[in-house]
């Protein structure tokens, strides 16, 4: 997949984040770069979550989301499947933003991905 036609997909699979959260996405970059500089990488948070933020704080650099090509287009199979995990990496990612840990975006990860399923089957 050429980085254009990728950039799409990260694009296209943004709709993954309910209405109601994408409102609250404030100040946040989000960029497509092809390989992490740490290896295992899917995408990366940078940035200060908004639980620890105050009203108070001046507006500075844009927090980033990263989303890297290579490692997802190894691990898919198929167009479906790197779809679905592009879309799993942003929504872990966003989550970071509004302040889960790691712990916590699993365990958030497992309840939705049984959500899905159920979703599916019906």
Not at 12 to 18: L, Q
Not at 48 to 68: H, K, M, Q, S, V
Not at 87 to 114: M, N, P, S
Request: overall charge neutral; proline content about 7%.
């Amino acid at each position: 997949m050429t980085a254009r036609e990728f950039d799409l997909l990260v694009e296209e699979c943004m709709d993954v984040i309910p209405p109601r959260f994408r409102r609250r996405l404030q100040n946040v970059l989000f960029v497509v770069e092809p390989e992490p500089r740490q290896a295992g990488l899917l995408g990366l948070y940078e940035g200060r979550p908004l639980t620890e933020r105050t009203i108070a704080e001046p507006c500075g650099a844009p927090d980033r989301i990263t989303i890297y090509q290579g490692p997802h287009e190894r691990e898919a199979r198929t167009e479906a499947q790197l779809r679905q995990l592009v879309e799993e990496t942003i929504w872990h990612e966003v989550a970071h933003y509004f302040g889960l840990d790691e712990r916590q975006v699993l365990e958030a990860e497992r309840r939705r991905r049984k959500r899905m399923d159920k979703l599916r089957r019906l």
